[in-house]
């Protein structure tokens, strides 16, 4: 069974930074894995941020973060990141990293295997 779990998560003001990590365990196939951060306030449907392929090569990003945010991931620490900058309020929300057994992914929620319990982003005004 893999398990996600976030950090970096907190409150910082419009135009600063933060970076997320999502340490992955119970799989020793993390190189084979596909990932995703997604992000949710509430009332509001989850939607895909970045995603990374199982390589490393193939990134997509959403219009609203590209640019800003940055998606990466160290297979020596079966860590996912994601560098934001210039943050904006509307960047606020809870952040889930997912993950896929597979070499593609996409930026759908419904495509994911595995979830992560989240990390709060804040960013004030």
């Known amino acids: 069974q893999v398990q996600l779990v976030e950090s970096g998560g907190g409150s910082v003001q419009a135009g600063g930074s933060l970076t997320l990590s999502c340490v992955v365990s119970g799989s020793p196939f993390f190189s084979r894995h596909c990932f995703a951060w997604f992000r949710q306030t509430p009332g509001k449907e989850r939607e895909g941020v970045a995603r990374i392929s199982s390589s490393g090569t193939n990134i997509d990003y959403a219009y609203s973060v590209k640019g800003r945010f940055t998606i990466s991931r160290d297979t020596a620490k079966n860590t996912l990141y994601l560098q934001m900058n210039s943050l904006e309020p509307e960047d606020t929300a809870m952040y889930y990293c997912?993950?896929?057994?597979?070499?593609?992914?996409?930026?759908?929620?419904?495509?994911?295997?595995?979830w992560g319990q989240g990390t709060q982003v804040t960013i004030s005004s």
């Open positions: 997912a993950a896929l057994y597979s070499g593609s992914c996409s930026l759908r929620r419904n495509d994911y295997q595995y």
